[in-house]
């Protein structure tokens, strides 16, 4: 995937940036890239929610702060978002989600619509996503990029 256009957050990096005990590393790979254009999803956004307080003494004023600091970055889930998804399959298949968008399938699509790459500290939920993937905890970051094949 080439002309990439800047980098899209998941949910696990966003919450190592949460409260007072940021993860320094993911904060340097960031810092690293500030001439880059940093987006999250509006997707996970909600995901949010369910990821429980962490260490932030007030989880709704992290949670402002952050709509805040991406206000212009927060990318939806729009219909060619949706549509990529589906063309591809990406569908949860677990007991009970049935219907059910899987959240790195709807990243992966999402980083593909805008020409974006991935980071994440587990590469392998974007597997056979076909999506350029940066794990901004790997030894070394040219290392742990990698575009996640379709399969």
Same mark, same amino acid.
């Given at each position: 995937?080439?002309?990439?256009? %800047?980098?899209?957050l998941?949910?696990?990096?966003?919450?190592?940036?949460?409260?007072?005990? @940021?993860d320094?590393?993911? !904060?340097?790979?960031? @810092?690293?890239?500030?001439?880059?254009r940093?987006?999250?999803?509006?997707?996970?956004?909600?995901?949010? !929610?369910?990821?429980?307080?962490?260490?932030?003494?007030?989880?709704?004023?992290?949670?402002? *702060?952050?709509?805040?600091?991406?206000?212009?970055?927060?990318? +939806?889930?729009?219909?060619?978002?949706?549509?990529?998804?589906?063309?591809?399959? @990406?569908? *949860?298949?677990? +007991? %009970?989600? =049935?219907?059910?968008?899987?959240?790195? =399938?709807?990243?992966?699509?999402? /980083?593909?619509?805008?020409?974006?790459?991935?980071?994440? !500290?587990?590469?392998?939920?974007?597997? %056979?996503?076909?999506?350029?993937?940066?794990?901004?905890?790997?030894?070394?970051?040219?290392? !742990?990029?990698?575009? /996640? %094949?379709?399969?």
């Amino acid at each position: 995937m080439s002309g990439c256009s %800047g980098l899209l957050l998941d949910l696990g990096i966003l919450t190592r940036l949460r409260g007072t005990r @940021q993860d320094p590393e993911v !904060a340097r790979f960031l @810092q690293s890239r500030r001439h880059q254009r940093i987006f999250i999803s509006a997707l996970t956004l909600c995901e949010l !929610a369910d990821a429980g307080p962490g260490d932030a003494a007030n989880p709704e004023a992290w949670l402002r *702060e952050l709509t805040e600091r991406f206000a212009a970055n927060i990318l +939806p889930v729009d219909h060619g978002t949706a549509l990529a998804c589906r063309s591809r399959g @990406q569908w *949860e298949s677990g +007991p %009970g989600d =049935a219907g059910r968008l899987h959240s790195p =399938a709807v990243l992966a699509a999402t /980083a593909r619509q805008h020409r974006l790459t991935v980071v994440s !500290a587990v590469p392998l939920h974007y597997a %056979g996503l076909d999506v350029r993937v940066l794990d901004p905890l790997a030894a070394s970051h040219t290392a !742990a990029s990698h575009t /996640a %094949g379709a399969t």
